[in-house]
């Protein structure tokens, strides 16, 4: 039987720089997505897939990400004089209970498996789920929840996939597909990045991760992959072997918000899933067909 995952780390370190100057003073991970920032739909994701334990891997300048997961007393109070119970109950609802929250700073920008490393001693012994906020999924059930359904029978590791355009494989990590029945995926390899050319396949990882724990003994090597980085994929591949890896075609739509396109569409879908803003939404778009 498979170890249930409680734990999931977000790797909220990274700078951000394509959005500058909005993310100059702000954590990216706190850009909204009509009301509701990137980093609250992360975790709500993983809370709804039974995740207890929220470990961030933070930075220098992420602290409004600490502040929007605790209480703000001040403003609290004021929407209870208010009367403004609706939203009082929104804004508490986001807050993990005492304990169940974690900080710990990536340092230095070494690379995304250098992020999970970090949270190594959070880990302890444990399966784990990676989430990157950047990887907005509109899901019913959730991404992850999808994920931990699937990871009940195959175990090992377990990656959210998507196919992508052949020009654009080196933007992801692509598996090096053995099987796939459109559902699951096993993978006999995995590499990150990796030109059109070069690619095994197009099927790509998105932001979604459920790994065992051997996986930290792998980075403590702290090899340097692509781009001269740390990377969680050569981690993963390292593992195929001991650790069989799947891929997921999870059932739902992936905004890439990393980049000012991808999040206008993410903007955009999102607001057209909120039922007082549907047909306003709708005229607006109107407008510039
Ligand atoms: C990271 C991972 C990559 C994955 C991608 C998903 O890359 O290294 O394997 O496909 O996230 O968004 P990044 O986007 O941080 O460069």
Redesign the pocket.
């Known amino acids: 039987m498979t170890k249930l995952v409680k734990k999931a780390i977000f790797p909220v370190a ?1 700078q951000g720089t394509r959005f500058l100057p909005a993310t100059k003073a702000m954590p990216k991970e706190m850009l909204p997505v009509v009301d509701i920032p990137l980093i609250q739909y992360a975790v709500e994701e993983a809370r709804d897939a039974g995740i207890e334990e929220f470990i961030f891997v933070t930075g220098r300048a992420k602290s409004a990400i600490e502040d929007h997961f605790d209480y703000s007393y001040e403003l609290e109070h004021l929407l209870q004089e208010q009367g403004k119970t609706e939203i009082l109950s929104t804004v508490r609802k986001v807050i993990p209970e005492a304990g169940r929250v974690s900080y710990t700073r990536q340092q230095k920008p070494l ?2 498996g250098h992020a999970v490393w970090c949270a190594r001693y959070h880990i302890k012994n444990e399966p784990f789920a990676v989430l ?1 906020a ?2 907005l999924i509109l899901a019913k059930p959730g991404c992850l929840k999808q994920m931990m359904a699937t990871y009940d029978k195959v175990g090992g590791n377990l990656v959210a996939v998507e196919d992508v355009a052949k020009e654009h494989t080196d ?4 598996l090096d597909v053995e099987t796939d029945d459109g559902i699951i995926a096993k993978a006999r390899g995995l590499v ?2 990796p030109k059109p050319a070069d690619a095994p396949s197009t099927l ?4 979604r991760y459920i790994l065992q724990p051997e996986i930290i003994s792998y980075l403590d090597r702290q090899e340097k992959g692509a ?1 001269g980085e740390i ?3 050569d981690a993963i591949a390292h593992s195929i072997g001991r650790t069989p890896l799947h891929g997921q075609h999870f059932d739902g739509t992936r905004y ?1 918000c ?1 980049n000012q396109l991808g999040f206008l569409d993410a903007n955009i879908a999102f607001s057209l899933e909120r039922e007082n803003m549907r047909d306003g939404v709708k005229e607006i778009l109107k407008k510039y067909s």
């Open positions: 990274g690379g995304l990157l950047d990887d933007r992801y990590g692509i990150e990045k790509s990882i998105i932001g781009g990377q969680l994929t890439d990393g």
